[in-house]
């Protein structure tokens, strides 16, 4: 990897990542089309990628995904989520969850209800599975999320990261 042209998280996180996500979204999409078998077989360094964004984020300096995004909760999550707050699964519901638009249960308003104001999660230990792999990128058959990243990508740093500088080594 050419160092010198590595796109940095730091980069990132001090200009708009929306406008650059909005910039970049159609090339995101024009690489994929022309690079699928490439994308397919790009595993390995896809999570290298990820590792090397990670890296560079501090994610409490961000927190955007808590902010905004709202991670589908599970029934094993509710029973996490009620196991950190020493209360009923059904009182979880009735205090912090809605059912959305699919049928999954999601907080009922973000920023999320656990997000602190130094952007620590009050449950993080046993926070939603949704939340712990976000944004995705270290699963195996990225080319299957890859439309998801770019959507990401408007969010997360890391996301961003990862699309950017997998063209650059597949290029
Ligand atoms: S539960 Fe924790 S990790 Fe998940 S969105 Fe809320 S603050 Fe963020
Ligand atoms: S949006 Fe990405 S970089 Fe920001 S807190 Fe979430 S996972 Fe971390």
Known sequence: MAGKDLFTVETLRAASLQQLAQKSESAFKQFFKKNKKKIENADELVLKLHKQAFLKTDCLQCANCCRTLGPRITGKDIDQIAK??????????????????????????????????????????????????????????????????????YTCPVAYSVLENLQKELK
């Open 84 to 153: 950190a707050l020493r209360i009923k699964p059904a009182k979880v519901i009735e205090n912090y969850l809605r059912i959305d638009e699919d049928n999954d249960y999601v907080f009922q308003s973000m920023p999320c209800p656990f997000l602190m104001n130094d952007n620590y999660c009050s449950i993080y230990e046993n926070r939603p599975k949704a939340c712990r792999e976000y944004p995705h990128t270290d699963r195996k058959r990225f080319y299957q999320i890859y439309q998801l990243t770019v959507k990401n990508a």
